[in-house]
T-cell receptor, first 116, second 112 residues
């Protein structure tokens, strides 16, 4: 079974600064995906960024980028130029195929507060 | 607009009653999922369905039941056997070949 660990329950960052959220995972599989989801106060889950394990290049989406270290099983999220709208819970998730189905395993989340 | 809808947004239930949460999608996705979210617990998988008329138990299926009679619909019933049903429930869907899951807005269930 896969496990996903987010070691930072809460973090804060000044507006316009950069913050990095940590995520580690444990798996014996070689083919998988990793995701970061954002859950703002509205509680709507929104995909922020995803990374295919077979790709060495780190994924980027505008102000969001990841540092994917496959050997270390680490998948951190960097948010640049933080904005007030980035205030949310952030969940790291591991996705893989098993027993004929595709499933996601989520970490417990990091609550990020952007301070004006 | 394509998307996933969940209803109701808030639901109150008396102890001992069954209650059904609705989840509908018009994305033409094959797979659908139900998650439970508790404070400090992240999301935990209750049930999932890869195809119509077929579904599988997730990590915390006890006290819950589902059906998948139509591709667009995947209702979740919280039965009286669920010991602690108060939680936020999220429905999601995905295309079989895509690994991204799209989420509905959620239903907050409170047992009185």
């Amino acid at each position: 079974a896969q496990t996903v660990t987010q070691s930072q329950p809460e973090m804060s960052v000044q507006e316009a600064e950069t913050v990095t959220l940590s995520c580690t995972y444990d798996t014996s599989e070689s083919n998988y995906y990793l995701f970061w989801y954002k859950q703002p106060p509205s509680r709507q889950m929104i995909l922020v960024i995803r990374q295919e394990a077979y790709k060495q290049q780190n994924a980027t989406e505008n102000r969001f980028s990841v540092n994917f270290q496959k050997a270390a099983k680490s998948f951190s999220l960097k948010i640049s130029d933080s904005q007030l709208g980035d205030t949310a819970m952030y969940f790291c998730a591991f996705g893989s195929w098993g027993a004929g189905s595709y499933q996601l395993t989520f970490g417990k989340g990091t609550k990020l507060s952007v301070i004006p | 607009d394509g998307g996933i809808t969940q209803s109701p947004k808030y639901l109150f239930r008396k102890e001992g009653q069954n209650v059904t949460l609705s989840c509908e999608q018009n994305l033409n996705h094959d797979a659908m999922y139900w998650y439970r979210q508790d404070p400090g617990q992240g999301l935990r998988l209750i049930y999932y369905s890869q195809i119509v008329n077929d579904f599988q138990k997730g990590d915390i299926a006890e006290g819950y039941s589902v059906s998948r009679e139509k591709k667009e619909s995947f209702p979740l019933t919280v039965t009286s056997a669920q010991k602690n049903p108060t939680a936020f429930y999220l429905c999601a869907s995905s295309i079989g070949s895509s690994n991204e899951q799209f989420f509905g807005p959620g239903t907050r269930l409170t047992v009185l």
